[in-house]
C-alpha cells in the first residue's frame, strides 16, 4: 500500500466532521457522492462532475449546507434521500490527487467502495451523453486512477458525463480544461438534471435491495 493512501483510524477529526459522522444516523443505508474536479476551476469541462454535484445539493436542498473539513481536504454536504442518508463530497486537492480525500472520508463515514460513487467527465463521450459504469479501470482518467489507488479497489460505481473528444489529438489538454462554449453552456443545465436524475433513481434502487444492478 502507498503510504499516502495509509489510513489511521485513530486521528482526530474536526469537531465539525464529529459533529457529521456521530450524529444520529438515519435507519436507511448510507451512500457517497464525489464530484470529481480541480478545485478553483469551476465550469471547465474537467470538472463537469463537480457541476453535476451542486445540482444534487440542490435536488437534495443542501446546496447551502456545504462544510470544509480539512482532515478530507474537501467539501462536505450530508442529505436524506428516503431512508438513506447521501454524503455528498467535493475535494479540493488536484484531480490526480482527490482519491487521498475520497478515501479518508469512506474510512470517517464507513463505507465500502462499492458504496462511493464518482462522477467525472468523459472524453470518448460527447457532451449530453450519460453512462454508468460499475467498477473496472480508470479508462485512462487520473481522478479515477488516484480513487483505485487510494481505497484500493476498482468498485466504485461511476457516472461518466460525456465532454466529447476534439479531433486534434494535439487540443485534447486545452478542451479537457477549457470552459465550456456557448452552445455547449445552453445544452449543460439539462445534461446536470439528468445525471442527477440517473445517480437518485439508482441509489433508490441500491437502497431497497442488495443488488447493485444498473
Known amino acids: 500500500m502507498r503510504p499516502h493512501c495509509l489510513l489511521r483510524s485513530g486521528q482526530r477529526l474536526s469537531r465539525a466532521m464529529s459533529r457529521c459522522v456521530l450524529e444520529p444516523r ?15 476551476l469551476p465550469g471547465t469541462r474537467h470538472s463537469v462532475g463537480m ?7 440542490r435536488r437534495l436542498g443542501v446546496a447551502e449546507s456545504w462544510t470544509r473539513d480539512r482532515h478530507c ?17 467535493r475535494p479540493r486537492r488536484l484531480m490526480n490527487a482527490n482519491g487521498r480525500s475520497v478515501a479518508r472520508a469512506a474510512e470517517l463515514f464507513g463505507l465500502t467502495a462499492e458504496e462511493v460513487y464518482l462522477v467525472h467527465d468523459e472524453l470518448d463521450k460527447p457532451l ?5 459504469k460499475l467498477g473496472g479501470s480508470a479508462r485512462g482518467h487520473n481522478g479515477v486512477r488516484s480513487c483505485i489507488i487510494c481505497l484500493n479497489s476498482n468498485a466504485m ?5 460525456g465532454i466529447g473528444r476534439p479531433t486534434d489529438p494535439e487540443a485534447v489538454q486545452a478542451h479537457v480544461l477549457g470552459s465550456f462554449s456557448p452552445a455547449e453552456q445552453e445544452l449543460l443545465p439539462l445534461v ?9 433513481d439508482h441509489i433508490r434502487e441500491r437502497s431497497q435491495g442488495p443488488s447493485l444492478g444498473p
Open 26 to 40: 438515519p435507519p436507511g443505508k448510507r451512500w457517497m457522492v464525489v464530484g470529481l474536479g480541480n478545485p478553483g
Open 51 to 57: 457541476a453535476v454535484l451542486g445540482q444534487l445539493a
Open 73 to 89: 481536504a474537501a467539501d462536505i454536504a450530508l442529505a436524506l434521500l428516503g431512508d438513506a442518508q447521501v454524503v455528498l463530497l
Open 128 to 132: 449530453g451523453k450519460l453512462a454508468l
Open 157 to 161: 460505481p461511476r457516472l461518466r458525463v
Open 192 to 200: 446536470l438534471d439528468r445525471a442527477a436524475d440517473l445517480i437518485l
